[in-house]
Structures are given as C-alpha cells and as structure tokens.
C-alpha cells in the first residue's frame, strides 16, 4: 500500500491543500493520502487556533468531496507537540506493509531537514513537495538533493503556485469576504466556519433553510411528534432568551432534536454509530449503549443532521445528541434543550409545572428535579443505565 501523509494545522483546510494531496495521490498512484491535523503544531505559533475537533471535522468536509482522501485524528490523541517523526512511526506500526509519502508546500520543503530528527524522518518517508509562493523549481531541485545526500527519498512535482493559504483566507473572511471560490474553500468547510463563529465570524449570520428543517421533521415524525418538536423549539428559543443563548440556535436544535425517533431503532442505530469525532467516541465508548435503543435517537439524530441537513453547528449536535441522557458536566445549551424538552407545551406530567418555573429561575434545581423523575421511571421499567446517565446522576447525587 502506497499512503500519503499531510500534516498542517488546516486552520482552515483550502483547495491549496487538496490539490497537493490530489495531485500525489494520481501522480504516484498513492492509495490514500491522509490529511493530519495537528494537535500542538512545532513549527507555527498560533495563539487564536480553533481546537482539533474544529480542524479535524472542516478537513472531514472537505476529503468527503475527492476520492482517496481522508482525514486522521492520530495527533489529536498523541499529547505534547505534534512532531511528525513521531506521526511517521506511529503510521510504520499501524501499516507495517505500507510505503509512506509526505506531503508538503515548499515553504515547509525548505525546512524539513532541521525539523525534529530530521535524519530519521527522511528514513520513514519519500518527502514530496509542490511550489508554493515565490519559491523556484530549481530551489526546489536543489533541496530534493540535499534530502536525497542525507539518506533520504524526495520527490518534486512542478505546478505553477497556487495562491492560497490559511492565514489569507482568515484575513480575508475577518475583511467580510465570503465567496467560498474568492476565498479558495469548500463551500460547505465556510459553512463549518460561520456555524461556528470561527475566524471572527458570527453565528447568528449562518443562512438556513427553516422551511426545509421544518418540512423534514413533518415527513419523519408522527403528527403527535411532530407537534411537540415545534413546542420544544419554541420553549428552546424562550429558554434561551432566558438564559442569554442564543434563540435561534437553541430554536433549530429543539426542531430537529427528534428528527430520529420515529425511524426503525436498526436504522437509529446505524446512524448513530455515523457521528464523528469526541462526539462519536463519547458515545460509542460507551458498552451499554447496544442496550438501551429509547436513548439512541439523540445521538441518531445529531449524525442525520450533519450529513442530510448540513448543520455543523457544535452547539446545537451536542444539545440534540445529549437531550435524552444529558451528561455530567452538561453546557448551557444542551440544560436548555434538555429542559426545553421536558416543558414544552403539551407536557403534562405530574410536577411539570415546578419544572417550568425552576427552568426558568434555577436551571440546575430544574436538572436536579427531571433527573429524579427520570431515576424514578428508570428504577420502574428496570431500564439499564449508560455512563453518561450514571455519571450525571453522580453530578446532581441523585441516586439510581
Ligand atoms: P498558514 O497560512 O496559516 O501558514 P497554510 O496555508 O500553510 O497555513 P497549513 O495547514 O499550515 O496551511 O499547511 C499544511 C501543508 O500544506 C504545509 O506543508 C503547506 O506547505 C502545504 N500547503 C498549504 N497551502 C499550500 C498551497 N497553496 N500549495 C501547496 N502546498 C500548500
């Protein structure tokens, strides 16, 4: 197997990246080429850099439009620097029959005989670069020998620069610019950025459809369904006037929070076991989950949206995924969708009224109390617990 390797902190990913990849990938008939975020990154400092799960899940967006590429969290999970040496080894041992080719700008081509044991690098891996910026072919050919004296392999492909980089598409969206082709981006990775206020943006100025999410939820959901998911969108944007959230976020999750209920549990199965990321980990890592189908549209629910929807926003997967369990050390937002939920209109359990006005004045006394009723029907119908469901209990010392 012939696996290619970018690293870069992809802060954003840009089309600059995916033709490197694209371009290696066809030239050496490379199987794979697989994009690396980093996690503390060696060379570059980076005071305002979005977290790992931001870069990895932009970069996911951006493979899942070409073949033969995709993302790794390898770094993510490796703590201290992300010394790509280390990166190399690790890929040896994981794919002891694999060749491996890295990837590189010329900008960092330049460089990679001083990175971090650099004499072992050039041994783990052919290192292949395209020009970038002002720098020349023959610059380039130069290097490659040097690598080649050194004990290495290099590899130089010949491609008029492409003028395109992260720190120019973070200034020119701080500018307003936000063409996805001006920019040199995927369209759906700026979608990833304005859901997120990445990058000085502003969550409030992501464009959706409301009609379409709505018209979804009436097709998979059952009219009784249906009707209470528009109650927990209203209550979720009352709530979240409350409590300084943001309404229309908060509206959006309490729409779509049960998107998934009414499909066959195999089929909210199969979705759930598509999330990504801590997320996905979170979840998955959990051995009881199998057991317990009544919690599994939550999670179903926050992977449909992402793939079906388009919604990227970390806020409002999170809410949807968690607001049947919750979890212990639950955000603002998610105690809003989950609470928003257990007093939307039509709820009429008894004590509900005492929820209502507690999630309104003391949102964990509101937390504390469900938790209780939820303990109390677990303790009923002999439902087994998941770690989240423990660990909240744990969190609020109501007892199982
Ligand atoms: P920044 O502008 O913040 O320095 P960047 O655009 O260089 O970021 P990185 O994620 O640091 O993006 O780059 C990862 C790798 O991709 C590096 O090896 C880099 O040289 C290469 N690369 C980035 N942009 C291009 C480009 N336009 N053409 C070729 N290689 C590129």
Not at 89 to 105: Q, S
Not at 248 to 273: I, T, Y
Request: with cysteine; net charge negative.
């Amino acid at each position: 197997m012939k696996l290619g390797i970018l690293g870069g902190t992809f802060s954003p990913v840009h089309n600059g990246h995916i033709r490197l990849a694209q371009t290696y990938r066809q030239a050496l008939g490379l199987d794979q080429v697989l994009l690396i975020p980093t996690h503390i990154p060696p060379h570059k400092t980076a005071p305002d850099l979005p977290d790992g799960e931001h870069r990895c899940r932009m970069a996911e967006l951006a493979c899942e439009e070409v073949q033969g590429l995709a993302v790794s969290d390898l770094e993510q999970r490796r703590p201290g620097k992300s010394y790509t040496v280390d990166t190399l080894e690790e890929l040896h041992r994981l794919y002891p029959e694999a060749e491996l080719y890295l990837l590189m700008g010329s900008d960092m081509f330049r460089t990679v005989l001083t990175w971090h044991r650099a004499g072992d690098l050039i041994r783990l891996a052919t290192v292949c670069t395209m020009e970038r910026g002002t720098d020349t072919p023959s610059e380039l050919e130069t290097q490659a020998e040097r690598i080649r004296q050194s004990g290495g392999e290099a590899c130089v492909i010949h491609a008029a620069p492409l003028d395109v980089s992260s720190s120019g598409i973070r200034a020119a969206i701080a500018a307003g610019e936000r063409d996805p082709g001006t920019l040199g981006l995927s369209p759906r990775v700026l979608s990833y950025i304005l859901q997120n206020s990445l990058y000085g943006t502003d969550e409030t100025a992501w464009r959706y459809d409301e009609a379409a999410f709505v018209d979804l939820a009436r097709r998979l959901e059952k009219p009784g369904r249906f009707l209470h998911s528009q109650n927990v969108a209203v209550r979720a944007e009352e709530l979240a006037r409350i409590w300084g959230e943001n309404p229309m976020l908060c509206r959006v999750a309490g729409q779509l929070h049960d998107l998934c209920k009414n499909l066959p549990p195999e089929q909210q199965f199969s979705w759930l076991k598509r999330l990504r990321g801590p997320l996905r980990d979170a979840i998955m890592e959990d051995k009881h989950i199998a057991q317990v189908p009544p919690i599994w549209h939550g999670p179903a629910a926050a992977a449909y949206i992402w793939e079906e929807l388009g919604v990227y926003n970390r806020r409002i997967l999170y809410g949807v995924a968690y607001h049947t369990t919750g979890r212990a050390g639950m955000t603002r937002f998610e105690k809003i969708i989950y609470l928003a939920d257990l007093t939307s209109a039509e709820r009429d359990f008894p004590g509900v009224e005492e929820v209502r006005e507690l999630s309104e004045r003391d949102m964990d006394a509101a937390m504390r109390i469900s938790l209780e009723f939820t303990a109390e029907k677990m303790r009923k119908n002999a439902t087994p617990a998941t770690r989240d469901t423990v660990e909240i209990m744990e969190e609020y010392g109501v007892s199982l």
